[in-house]
């Protein structure tokens, strides 16, 4: 008996993660859909920057470059922390220097400081609905994403420890900046969705009868053998061009149809031409 696979029981003191098993199928399916994402990163970049426009005008940096991580890190202290959810399922997680959020947030209004300092106060309304609204841009960017904004949550997390996202995306500043970058994670069941849902092609109502139709066109040779004649090999050596080989026709005549045989037919003489009627005993064995 050839052993596949071992199994072993974990001790619940141990601290392990534990990762459901990936078949082949569905890690080239992940694999396509990564590589799917990093093409819309030109795309959602844009999209992003039209909500630090405000900021844009008065000098201060924006980020400038998307990057996708398969591995995500967690997100540095000091981040203003937010979580998207649909009732109880969480979608992706936010995470945003408070500065850069301040900073931000200021711009609407006319102006930022130049003081580059975290606030202590809890997160504003205006704050909260910039986050919002970043989210909202970057998902919209996704290939699939049928989310309506208006039926989802974003919530203030304080930190986002114990979060598990299969992805996670990059928004990085230019090397001049000192700020951690903009992070948004995705949670499994959000990067499932856009991987199974279905296309919005419909198939034709009149697909079947023009597939029939197309058929009924389809050209099909017909090979009907007359006759059929058994040498050895010796008179095969000696034949030579402007010999007569005797042949006898057959009674009833094979008719393969891609190269099986599917009905007999004997030869007549119609109107000066050659004709092949097929007989009743169609399949009967023929005897040489």
Not at 105 to 123: C, E, F, M
Not at 183 to 204: F, I, M, T, W
Request: proline share 7%; with cysteine.
């Amino acid at each position: 008996m050839k052993t596949t696979a071992k199994a072993k029981r974990l001790a619940n003191s141990k601290e392990l993660t534990v990762r459901p098993v990936v078949l082949v199928q569905e890690k080239l399916a992940r694999s396509r859909l990564v590589r799917q994402l990093e093409l819309g990163h030109s795309q959602m970049l844009d999209a992003v920057l039209q909500i630090f426009k405000p900021l844009m005008r008065l000098g201060q940096a924006t980020p400038t470059r998307v990057r996708l991580d398969e591995q995500p890190l967690p997100p540095a202290q000091g981040n203003a922390n937010f979580v998207l959810s649909h009732g109880r399922t969480a979608l992706a997680w936010l995470a945003i220097d408070r500065c850069t959020l301040d900073q931000l947030a200021s711009s609407y209004y006319g102006g930022a400081s130049q003081r580059l300092v975290s606030p202590l106060r809890p997160i504003s309304h205006s704050e909260l609905r910039l986050a919002h609204r970043i989210v909202a841009a970057s998902l919209d960017t996704l290939p699939k994403t049928r989310l309506s904004m208006a039926s989802l949550d974003l919530e203030v997390l304080p930190s986002l420890d114990g979060v598990q996202a299969p992805v996670c995306w990059r928004f990085e500043w230019p090397r001049s900046h000192p700020f951690e970058p903009i992070r948004l994670y995705v949670s499994e069941a959000l990067l499932g969705s856009l991987s199974e849902q279905p296309s919005d092609r419909k198939s034709d109502p009149e697909l079947k009868n023009k597939v029939k139709q197309r058929l009924t066109q389809i050209p099909v040779q017909a090979r009907v053998e007359l006759a059929r004649k058994a040498v050895p090999v010796q008179v095969l050596n000696e034949l030579k061009q402007g010999d007569i080989l005797p042949i006898h026709l057959h009674a009833r005549c094979p008719v393969a149809i891609g190269g099986r045989t599917q009905f007999y037919a004997s030869v007549h003489a119609q109107d000066g031409k050659l004709v092949a009627k097929l007989n009743q005993d169609a399949h009967k064995a023929e005897e040489y």
